[in-house]
């Protein structure tokens, strides 16, 4: 948190303050003396203001908020994604960077950012990339009102049909506020994962997602206060309780007529 000490907090949210986009872009500009349209060019710069982002504890989940402070530690990895516009090479590139934190052996969750994509066009054309170029399938669809339609993406992560649920978040208004990050992503659970290390109360209803990472690593008693943190946070940050637009099985909202457009044209 040093790095941002003074940093802005533009974003009121249910009595606390988060940092949006544009405060993240003054103030690395300001400290950096960097033009404001070349902030994020810097990869570094754009990973270490994500980590801060989850580290404010907008997304609610206190695991979140907690590994990304020592992400590293707990096999969190995040890659920058410059591209905007994917052909079938691009995108075949970016999946090969992904099939190697798959293979790794030490990496738990992939975050890949994508810090030129800000629209919900280009977000919704990087699904149907992923979808037409590689592996990633969506499995279910599901409508939301009659404004968006819910997507389930999902990865076989071991060729065995043991599918990974996939999250997105990024600073769109449709997104539930737990995913309106500064900088779109996709994040993968690149594991099967293992009872034995996850938290024990988690549901066992998915093959792999975010809600397995191992958390062996920390102490028992801090594990459960961050389960309470979690499902306090989030009704906070949402205003209500849970519903679909913020569950785990659904990737991301998707405006209805660009979703027509792409996928259904």
Same mark, same amino acid.
């Given at each position: 948190?040093?790095?941002?000490?003074?940093?802005?907090? !533009?974003?009121?949210?249910?009595? %606390?303050?988060?940092?949006?986009?544009?405060?993240?872009?003054?103030?690395? !500009?300001?400290?950096?003396?960097?033009?404001?349209?070349?902030?994020?060019?810097?990869?570094?710069?754009?990973?270490?203001?994500?980590?801060?982002?989850?580290?404010?504890?907008?997304?609610?989940?206190?695991?979140?908020?907690?590994?990304?402070?020592?992400?590293?530690?707990?096999?969190?990895?995040?890659? +920058?994604?410059?591209?905007?516009?994917?052909?079938?090479?691009?995108?075949?590139?970016?999946?090969?960077?992904?099939?190697?934190?798959?293979?790794?052996?030490? $990496?738990?969750?992939?975050?890949?950012?994508?810090?030129?994509?800000?629209?919900?066009?280009?977000?919704?054309?990087?699904?149907?990339?992923?979808?037409?170029?590689?592996?990633?399938?969506?499995?279910?669809?599901?409508?939301?009102?009659?404004? =968006?339609?819910? =997507? !389930? =993406?999902?990865?076989?992560? !071991?060729?065995?049909?043991?599918?990974?649920?996939?999250? /997105?978040?990024?600073?769109?208004?449709?997104?539930?506020?737990?995913?309106?990050?500064?900088? *779109?992503?996709? +994040?993968?659970?690149?594991? +099967?994962? $293992? *009872?034995?290390?996850?938290?024990?109360?988690?549901?066992? +209803?998915?093959? /792999?997602?975010? /809600?397995?990472?191992?958390?062996?690593?920390?102490?028992?008693?801090?594990?459960?206060?961050?389960?309470? =943190?979690?499902?306090?946070?989030?009704?906070?940050?949402?205003?209500?309780?849970?519903?679909?637009?913020?569950?785990?099985?659904?990737?991301?909202?998707?405006?209805? %007529?660009?979703?027509?457009?792409?996928?259904?044209?």
């Amino acid at each position: 948190m040093e790095k941002f000490k003074k940093l802005k907090r !533009s974003n009121y949210i249910s009595g %606390k303050f988060y940092s949006d986009r544009d405060d993240y872009i003054e103030y690395i !500009s300001k400290k950096y003396n960097i033009p404001k349209n070349e902030v994020l060019e810097n990869d570094e710069l754009v990973i270490e203001l994500t980590q801060n982002w989850f580290k404010q504890g907008q997304v609610g989940c206190g695991f979140a908020q907690y590994m990304a402070g020592d992400a590293d530690k707990f096999g969190w990895r995040f890659i +920058v994604e410059k591209e905007s516009e994917y052909t079938k090479s691009s995108i075949s590139k970016l999946y090969g960077r992904i099939n190697e934190h798959l293979q790794a052996s030490g $990496d738990e969750v992939l975050s890949i950012l994508f810090p030129n994509i800000d629209s919900d066009v280009r977000f919704a054309e990087l699904i149907q990339s992923l979808v037409e170029y590689t592996p990633f399938f969506i499995e279910n669809t599901q409508e939301y009102s009659e404004e =968006l339609i819910l =997507l !389930s =993406l999902r990865l076989d992560i !071991s060729g065995n049909k043991n599918n990974s649920w996939i999250m /997105a978040l990024g600073p769109f208004s449709n997104f539930p506020a737990t995913r309106q990050c500064p900088i *779109t992503q996709i +994040v993968i659970r690149l594991k +099967v994962k $293992d *009872t034995g290390r996850m938290y024990h109360k988690a549901k066992n +209803v998915s093959d /792999a997602h975010n /809600a397995d990472m191992p958390v062996d690593m920390i102490e028992p008693r801090k594990q459960d206060a961050l389960w309470e =943190l979690s499902f306090k946070n989030t009704e906070r940050v949402l205003g209500h309780k849970p519903d679909n637009l913020s569950a785990a099985k659904y990737t991301c909202p998707i405006p209805k %007529k660009i979703y027509k457009n792409l996928f259904k044209g």
